[in-house]
């Protein structure tokens, strides 16, 4: 289980990676990439899914959990939002999608 559940870890990163760096790739143009929906969505499903298995396992930090949950949720539909929305894509959902995914990833290292 402990293989299981640090592939998972690794597929998480490499989902926040990917999204994180296809919106820097479309920063300057401000033209989403639909990639970086389909990544942001993919690190949400595979945190419910970790956290799941956390729970099963050992002792997990359910405040830990349920920020990081509500912040994936923010980037997912922020990613969204602008993916749909294209070139036009208001400022405060375009530089917010960055801001979720940092945030995430620092409660994550940190808390």
């Known amino acids: ?29 401000r033209v989403p990439n639909p990639g970086m929906a389909h990544a942001v969505a993919g690190a949400l ?17 359910h405040m830990k959990l349920g920020i990081k949950l509500v912040f994936a949720v923010v980037a997912t539909v922020l990613a969204y939002m602008a993916a749909k929305k294209g070139p036009e894509t208001p400022s405060a959902v375009w530089f917010g999608i960055p801001l979720a995914i940092i945030v ?3 409660v994550a290292v940190f808390v």
Not at 2 to 28: D, E, K, P, Y
């Open 1 to 29: 289980m402990s293989f299981v559940i640090s592939l998972l870890v690794v597929l998480h990163m490499i989902c926040w990676a990917v999204a994180l760096g296809t919106w820097v790739a479309s920063a300057r143009t």
């Open 45 to 61: 499903v595979l945190g419910i899914v970790l956290a799941a298995l956390v729970s099963i396992v050992g002792d997990p930090n």
């Open 104 to 106: 995430n990833i620092v």
